[in-house]
């Protein structure tokens, strides 16, 4: 399974699945408009420079009085992202207002620490490391690495690339988004998290692109 792929359904599952509820609801008729629209704005945030591995955000799509509605949904690790994603959707053609409903998550030492250590606890695993965009690689590893990111919190200089797997922690609370392959990662993701020092609670929100794989392998 290439990560292109895996990218391409990351707006299937946590994006459409918001956009055509907001379609169906409103009854709205152009849905190749609104599906033009959901490219577009999914486009412009995973692009956004400030986002990484350590936000999740979702839209949905609303006709409004001057134009579409987009309520924009999830966690940002820094402020400035939260304001970025309004911003950039702001901007587009057919969109008359943004409602913008992504929560900045608090910032402190201990979450920085933690989004280090799960990172490295879930994109370092040998099953997982396809899913690392530098091929499994430690983004963070020696010494050195591992010093700049605790200096400069994590957040504010995450691993470069785009990562299927998004990693959420909030007051020690980790939630993991996206969409990865198969049944047996979502497992090996979720116990990798959980078995991090520190963390309280590990929310399992992965979506399997392939269920039927391992189900096979069961069989």
């Known amino acids: ?71 924009l949904r999830g966690y940002a690790s820094r402020p400035s992202l939260k304001k970025s994603a309004e911003r950039v959707a702001s901007k587009l053609e057919q969109v008359g207002a943004v409602e913008n409903e992504i929560e900045a998550l608090p910032t402190s030492r201990m979450d920085e620490d ?7 606890k879930v994109y370092y695993h040998p099953s997982l490391s396809r899913y690392n965009p530098n091929r499994g690689t ?11 990111a605790a200096q400069l919190g994590i957040s504010n ?8 797997i998004s990693i959420i ?11 990865i392959d198969t049944d047996a990662d979502k497992q090996i993701a979720g ?3 959980n078995s991090t020092a520190g963390v309280f609670s590990v929310t399992n929100n992965l979506h399997v692109l392939n269920p039927s794989k391992s189900k096979k392998k069961k069989g």
Not at 138 to 148: I, K, L, M, T
């Open 1 to 71: 399974m290439r990560i292109s792929g895996i990218k391409r359904a990351i707006v299937l599952s946590a994006v459409s699945a918001l956009v055509l509820a907001g379609v169906a609801q409103a009854q709205q008729p152009n849905q190749e408009n609104v599906a033009r629209l959901a490219r577009q704005i999914q486009k412009k945030i995973l692009t956004l420079s400030n986002y990484g591995v350590f936000d999740y955000i979702t839209f949905g799509i609303k006709p409004g009085e001057n134009g579409y509605v987009v309520i």
């Open 114 to 120: 933690l989004r280090m250590a799960v990172y490295a």
């Open 138 to 148: 430690p983004v963070y590893g020696g010494a050195y690495g591992f010093r700049r």
């Open 157 to 164: 200089d995450p691993p470069q690339g785009y990562h299927p």
């Open 169 to 179: 922690v909030k007051n020690g609370n980790v939630t993991l988004e996206g969409v």
């Open 191 to 193: 116990m990798q998290a």
